[in-house]
């Protein structure tokens, strides 16, 4: 990589995830998050130190990803990453999980969290109310702000952008973010103390990638709405899987169904970086939570429902929580086989399976690859079909070579 402008290396790469991290421990006025075409956000390039380009790459999880030493009680599955605890359930209060885009069981945390006094407030991404197809990340401190933020957001965001402002207050958070996020959020703690002090909690979902801001105008256009004309705009939440919902100026409404919202238009505007993705269930998060999928005939059934989450806890501080919630009545749970979540998520299962040969294909196309250790892959490598590696070697090839990926 260029030793002169390494943030325009990671970036023209496709390997940026745009979590912020970097914007934050470079604490520099001239780099911050910006979107850029075709609707991501990432940071401003700018020559860097030497010293400043260490610091991006100790704190760049979209540059390098390393499975964390195990917690004495976790079980490490090559797949699911790391397991203490793993259940279904749902939050008990029904405007929780009505809110949330599973079973509120997120929501559920986070509002125990700030209500127990072990945090004091929670830093998390929700519309932003200035921009209603973007994202914004606050602190909230309460149940109503909590429950005002819940839902899917398949928009960018940059979560740890900010951090620095949060750290600075000296007050104990928890933080709720992308898979992709908590990585970068685990390596920059091995630098600065302040984060495993102040920082207890570390929450995340399972991600099947980031839409461009372009895949939500082309939601919008398949709606037959004008950009300009919409007051909210909510991907997912009020019900399970619930709709891509536009509310208009008017107060008129407009929506479609999630299977043709993120199954037939968001997924297709997938940021680069998550198609060679080696985590997208959130391995270095104490819980991690996603869509318990109810199956038909061999795949996932998004009929509407009542929500239901996937559970798993991945260290001791998260099963503690896990188990506080369950005993407070706030979620119900049932115990889960491990061999059931690839019924629930079958796409995460595929990915991780199919990572070492898209590398392969960044490889041959000259581009730089990201670096991913402690994660298993060579081994869910040998057990996937040499059909699929090859095509999915040549698909990568065909697609990176000569062009700037996005």
């Known amino acids: 990589m260029s030793a002169q402008n390494p943030i325009a290396d990671i970036v023209d790469n496709g390997l940026c995830t745009g979590c912020g991290a970097c914007v934050s ?17 990432r940071p401003r390039a700018a020559p ?7 610091t991006l790459h100790a704190v760049c999880a979209g540059r390098e990803i390393a499975g964390r030493q195990l917690d004495a009680k976790a079980d490490y599955h090559p797949v699911w990453g790391p397991i203490v605890t793993l259940a279904t359930g749902h939050a008990t209060d029904p405007q929780v999980r009505y809110r949330g885009s599973s079973g509120g069981v997120i929501s559920a945390l986070a509002i125990a969290l700030i209500e127990s006094g072990a945090v004091e407030f929670v830093l998390a991404t929700h519309a932003d109310p200035d921009e209603p197809l973007g994202n914004v990340t606050r602190a909230l401190g309460s149940r109503e702000e909590i429950l005002a933020a819940a839902g899917s957001r398949y928009a960018p965001s940059s979560p740890l952008a900010d951090l620095e402002t949060h750290l600075a207050k000296g007050r104990k958070f928890a933080v709720i973010g992308k898979p992709c996020d908590i990585a970068s959020l685990r390596r920059m703690a091995r630098h600065d103390p302040r984060i495993d002090a102040l920082i ?19 939601v919008l256009r398949a709606l037959g709405v004008e950009r300009q004309a919409v007051a909210t705009f909510q991907y997912r939440g009020n019900g399970w899987p619930g709709l891509a919902k536009a509310t208009l100026h008017s107060g008129e409404e407009a929506s479609m ?29 104490d819980v991690v939570c996603a869509d318990a999928w109810y199956g038909a005939d061999g795949y996932p059934d998004f009929t509407e429902r009542d929500g239901r989450s996937l559970i798993v806890a991945r260290t001791q501080a998260g099963q503690a929580l896990v188990d506080q919630v369950a005993n407070e009545g706030r979620v119900a749970m049932d115990p889960l086989p491990v061999a059931d979540i690839a ?10 399976s199919n990572v070492v040969a898209r590398l392969i294909g960044l ?7 990201p670096r991913f250790r402690g994660l298993k892959l060579l081994r869910l490598a040998t057990r996937t079909s040499p059909e699929t590696q090859a095509r999915n070697l040549w ?7 000569g062009k700037r990926l996005t």
């Not at 421990?25 to 956000?41: Q, V, W």
């Not at 043709?260 to 297709?268: A, D, M």
Request: glycine letters at 8%; a positive charge.
């Open 25 to 41: 421990a470079l604490k520099r006025p001239d780099i911050a998050m910006e979107l850029a075409e075709p609707g991501y956000l």
């Open 48 to 54: 860097l130190s030497p010293a400043e380009t260490k």
């Open 200 to 218: 207890p909690y570390k929450l995340a979902f399972f991600c099947a990638g980031v839409p461009s801001r372009a895949g939500t105008v082309e």
């Open 257 to 285: 169904d999630y299977n043709s919202s993120w199954g037939q238009i968001l997924n297709r505007h997938l940021q680069f970086r998550c198609k060679i993705c080696p985590d997208g269930t959130g391995e270095s998060a």
């Open 343 to 352: 019924l629930m998520q079958p796409y995460q299962l595929l990915r991780k």
């Open 363 to 369: 490889w041959m196309a000259r581009r730089h690859i």
């Open 395 to 401: 698909g990568t090839f065909r697609r990176s070579g």
